[in-house]
């Protein structure tokens, strides 16, 4: 990277980021008003522009001082564009917005060019011809009456610095015209506070991970001396240890804003691809998440945007044809559940088909001949399955199946959930329920003959003691009623692949997992208490693991497997 | 005792920036502010011996903070930070009280020099 200012250059990214999002995001805005709708999220013209003029004029400012070329022209001739838009010189046409966007998207490569050390690669000559050309030609077409030249005057001046030219160009406005914008995402508490690496956070993360390893470590020896000062210190030590955790993670939270700001674009553009009408909806985007938890859903939520905008939502005469609005609705929003974060993707679609599901499953062997119906969450799996998207490609929803597959795959890593509710022609609705944090989950341990295992409270709802004679045989299964509800019985000896049986009926030890609305009986032999458990990414899981999604490292120094409950049913 | 510096920016990279100039120079800085309203209520509450002040921030822009800021305190010396293209905001904003500027891309050297001209 050619920059005087190395040490900048990651917080010269970050925040060209955080502005090339505000421009996308006014951007689409602008788009929405150009074509007479209600600008949404935006209150009005004026101040989306004011918002993209004034990340233009910072990103300009910011790579200048980066001594990035490139990017500083580019914004600079965008600046331009925006002052004659600002001063209605200009009418916000559709050809305007794609040329606003073509600069986005310019700027955004050249952005991570720069940093990247690439600013060889970066070629704004196309999209500056476009700029310049669009700029003369609509001063030739109308002939506007603007004696000051400001537009064209401030396009010549700036391109080189200098401080002694007083440009009869730029106007006293500009310092006014952006009042009353959105105050940025950022807010007060950037007062007093310092920038911390990211990988800094992530060794701390480690490390205090390590701490509570050793606290659990602590804590059995001293339960097992007897010693009560020590016992006293152990658990004052404890609490500090808890605290400091606590603090740490909660260090590492960040909105998910951060990933969703990404997404109007991305869905307008798919939109556009596919010849659709959309309009995006999100909300909770105040809600945080852990850092690392939050770049790994944003695929994810790409896949479920996508899936919605390419099967989910019919053309705009399709919709018609099915007395629907021609636009259609798209919902992303995030919420928080106890220690869950909830992030669901619904549209107002065509929905899933059951009918030509339950033919292809059967065509494929997956469920049984005689079966006349599926249930919802027999759909959700099917359509979810790997290798079901093939057997799809009957039904034309061709890509639906992978992509939730690897939605599935991926958020169960993740240790969380999906959930799929859908209505045919009236649309679908996809649930991800993951973890506040990858790296710290509180967990149930149970003994299964002589090994522990770890079941992340996530999915747990309650533990039970069972009564083996309760347990009954319903089509060949085992089910128990609970709360007068039918809830099979998975019994994880089977699932190790141990004998099944306990010797004596006595009172078996059990919890009741849930996954999304489904719920089941998990019989282990013991159960061992809560903790909180630090979770080890295991790399290659083998094929006959699948039913795990990580191990731990417990108390007493001995691994635990962590279990995968989505993989249980 | 070390002179004392409130820095008005939206970049938190300007910020920065400008703050480790000053900082390595002996400079205390006392506060930041993004936007001009923040920047008029911290000056109220600091009253630092230098401020430097972008132009274009949100909520209030730059020049409107320097009038409000000299209506309560004619002393105040303020310093402005302006990017190219902007020379008509720079007279606008000495007009209002600001006591110099300096134009982006910052040189810590021509900072540093205005800094202490307006310290003077």
Redesign the interface.
């Known amino acids: 990277m050619s920059t005087a200012?190395p040490q900048?250059a990651q917080?010269?990214l970050s925040?060209s980021r955080e502005h090339l999002s505000a421009i996308n995001h006014s951007l689409l805005a602008l788009e929405h008003a150009g074509r007479g709708e209600s600008a949404s999220g935006v209150a009005s013209v004026e101040e989306a522009i004011a918002v993209v003029?004034?990340s233009v004029?910072?990103i300009?400012?910011?790579s200048?001082?980066?001594?990035f070329a490139a990017i500083?022209e580019l914004s600079?001739e965008l600046?331009s564009l925006l002052d004659r838009l600002r001063r209605g010189e200009l009418r916000i046409t559709q050809s305007v917005t794609d040329v606003l966007f073509a600069c986005a998207d310019a700027l955004e490569r050249g952005v991570e060019d720069s940093v990247a050390g690439r600013a060889d690669a970066i070629d704004t000559s196309a999209v500056l011809a476009r700029l310049r050309h669009f700029g003369q030609a609509t001063v030739e077409a109308e002939h506007a009456p603007v004696a000051q030249g400001g537009a064209q005057g401030?396009a010549q001046?700036?391109a080189?610095?200098?401080?002694d030219?007083?440009?009869?160009?730029?106007?006293?406005d500009?310092?006014?015209a952006?009042?009353g914008?959105?105050?940025?995402h950022?807010s007060?508490v950037?007062?007093r506070s310092v920038?911390v690496e990211a990988r800094r956070l992530d060794t701390l993360m480690d490390l205090v991970g390590e701490l509570v390893i050793a606290r659990g470590r602590l804590q059995e020896l001293s339960a097992r001396s007897g010693d009560e000062t020590l016992a006293e210190t152990v658990t004052r030590a404890s609490r500090v240890i808890g605290a400091l955790r606590d603090e740490i993670m909660t260090s590492r939270l960040v909105p998910v804003w951060q990933v969703f700001d990404r997404f109007p674009r991305f869905v307008r553009d798919a939109a556009r691809s596919a010849g659709k009408t959309i309009d995006l909806t999100v909300t909770g985007k105040e809600i945080e998440l852990d850092r690392s938890m939050l770049d790994e859903v944003g695929d994810p939520i790409v896949h479920l945007l996508r899936n919605a905008i390419d099967h989910g939502i019919e053309t705009p005469a399709e919709r018609a044809a099915a007395g629907k609005p021609p636009a259609g609705r798209l919902l992303l929003s995030a919420e928080r559940d106890r220690a869950t974060v909830v992030i669901r993707v619904s549209d107002d679609g065509r929905g899933i088909d059951r009918e030509r599901v339950l033919r292809a499953a059967k065509d494929a062997g997956l469920v049984d001949a005689a079966r006349t119906e599926l249930t919802d969450e027999e759909v959700a799996r099917l359509v979810a399955r790997a290798g079901f998207s093939t057997a799809q490609e009957v039904t034309g929803m061709s890509g639906r199946g992978v992509g939730v597959d690897a939605v599935h795959t991926r958020v169960r890593a993740l240790g969380g959930s999906v959930e799929i509710r859908s209505v045919v022609g009236r649309g679908t609705t996809v649930t991800l329920r993951l973890p506040l944090t990858l790296a710290m989950q509180r967990a149930i341990l149970a003994r299964v003959s002589d090994e522990r295992y770890a079941i992340p409270t996530t999915h747990v709802r309650e533990t039970i003691e069972v009564q083996p004679q309760a347990v009954t045989m319903l089509r060949g299964r085992e089910v128990l009623m609970h709360r007068d509800d039918v809830l099979p019985v998975i019994r994880l000896r089977r699932v190790m692949g141990l004998p099944a049986t306990l010797p004596g009926g006595e009172l078996e030890q059990a919890v009741v997992i849930e996954l999304a609305e489904k719920r089941a009986v998990l019989v282990v032999d013991d159960l061992l208490g809560q903790q909180e458990i630090v979770v080890k990414q295991v790399d290659q899981i083998r094929d006959g693991l699948r039913c795990f999604s990580g191990a731990t490292i417990l108390g007493d120094g001995a691994p635990a497997l962590i279990l995968d409950v989505g993989s249980l049913s | 005792m070390s002179q004392t510096v409130l820095i008005c920016d939206?970049?938190?990279?300007?910020r920065?920036?400008v703050g480790d100039i000053l900082q390595q120079a002996g400079y205390e800085v006392v506060?930041?502010a993004?936007?001009g309203v923040?920047a008029v209520e911290r000056y109220k509450q600091l009253r630092p011996d230098l401020v430097t002040m972008d132009?274009?921030?949100?909520?209030?822009?730059?020049?409107?903070a320097v009038r409000e800021i000299c209506k309560f305190d004619p002393a105040a010396r303020i310093l402005m930070c302006s990017?190219?293209?902007?020379?008509?905001?720079?007279?606008?904003a000495l007009q209002a009280g600001a006591k110099d500027?300096?134009?982006?891309?910052?040189q810590p050297s021509r900072v540093l020099e205005a800094v202490q001209r307006v310290l003077g």
């Open positions: 200012f900048y917080l010269f925040e003029f004034r004029h910072t300009k400012g910011m200048a001082t980066m001594g500083a600079h600046e401030g001046v700036g080189q610095v200098d401080d030219v007083v440009s009869l160009a730029a106007d006293a500009a310092g006014t952006v009042e914008a959105p105050p940025s950022s007060d950037r007062q920038r | 939206d970049a938190v990279f300007m920065t920036m506060g930041e993004e936007t923040q132009i274009v921030m949100p909520d209030m822009g730059g020049i409107d990017a190219m293209g902007q020379q008509a905001l720079v007279v606008e500027f300096v134009v982006k891309p910052f």
